[in-house]
């Protein structure tokens, strides 16, 4: 049972300024496992933050391309969840809606949302590893990674790794977001990962009411101002409903 307190309410109700930051526990109910899942079958073995470093894919290059091809596959077999069609939903309530997710996956924009900052890249984008041109298509090497069409350097897919920069104008953008809304949801992140996890701090110096959606508490959950706890696919909807009386596909 969702209790969603009524001054919370009327907060969301006077909105016009919501500032959403997802992260991988919202693609968990579509069937994407988290970050800090245990990894299951044929990659049981290897940590994700092991897996997802420049010098990971300097080392075993061919490991680290096959791990993200298995991602690619496993996210194109699935759906956007009740929690993503929710954000769709949220983004058609108020004039100023912001989304900025840490996941590669994609399943935002599959499910129609519009304004969406993708602070760690996307799955599906690969670029090459030296001269950093979009390529979109390539011949498969078999024994290592493909290879740039221009400078022969191993493509890598399009998305952040550990020790790596983040965009720096997708990050201003973020943070100019955060820093001026009124309501801020941190949702399905375990919030432990920065820049991203600096962002509901960003908006708590500029005033906002920060919310957070997860079955577990976090390093976050001591600041914020409400915390609804349980799965994002349950907890949003119901919110969706009380406060907009909008109905979300499940
Ligand atoms: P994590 O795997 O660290 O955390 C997932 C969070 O989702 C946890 O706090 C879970 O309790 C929560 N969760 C699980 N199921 C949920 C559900 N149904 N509804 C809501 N919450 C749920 O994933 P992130 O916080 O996204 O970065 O990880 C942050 C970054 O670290 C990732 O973007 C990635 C990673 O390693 C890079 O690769 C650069």
């Not at 499910?111 to 996307?122: D, F, K, M, P, R």
Request: aromatic fraction near 8%; charged fraction near 20%; glycine fraction near 8%.
């Amino acid at each position: 049972m969702v209790n969603i307190p009524s001054p919370l309410l009327d907060t969301l109700h006077a909105a016009q300024r919501i500032t959403v930051l997802t992260g991988a526990g919202i693609s968990a109910e579509s069937g994407v496992p988290t970050f800090r899942d245990a990894q299951t079958g044929l990659w049981a073995r290897y940590r994700p933050e092991e897996l997802a470093t420049p010098e990971a894919f300097q080392r075993h290059p061919k490991l680290v391309w096959d791990w993200y091809a298995w991602r690619r596959e496993l996210v194109a077999g699935v759906k956007p969840n009740a929690a993503h069609h929710a954000l769709v939903k949220l983004e058609q309530q108020v004039p100023d809606f912001t989304l900025i997710t840490q996941n590669v996956d994609g399943l935002h924009r599959r499910a129609g949302s519009g304004n969406v900052l993708e602070l760690h890249g996307e799955l599906f984008r690969t670029k090459c590893s030296r001269c950093e041109r979009a390529v979109n298509c390539w011949q498969d090497g078999g024994e290592t990674p493909p290879v740039c069409g221009h400078c022969h350097a191993w493509l890598r897919p399009d998305v952040v790794w550990f020790g790596e920069m983040l965009p720096v104008t997708l990050l201003q953008k973020a943070e100019a977001a955060a820093a001026q809304c009124e309501v801020f949801f941190s949702i399905g992140t375990s919030s432990l990962v920065y820049p991203a996890a600096e962002l509901p701090f960003t908006a708590l110096r500029g005033g906002a009411t920060v919310v957070e959606i997860n079955p577990q508490p976090t390093p976050l959950s001591d600041y914020v101002a409400y915390t609804l706890q349980g799965a994002a696919g349950k907890v949003l909807p119901v919110l969706l409903k009380a406060v907009w009386d909008s109905e979300v596909p499940q």
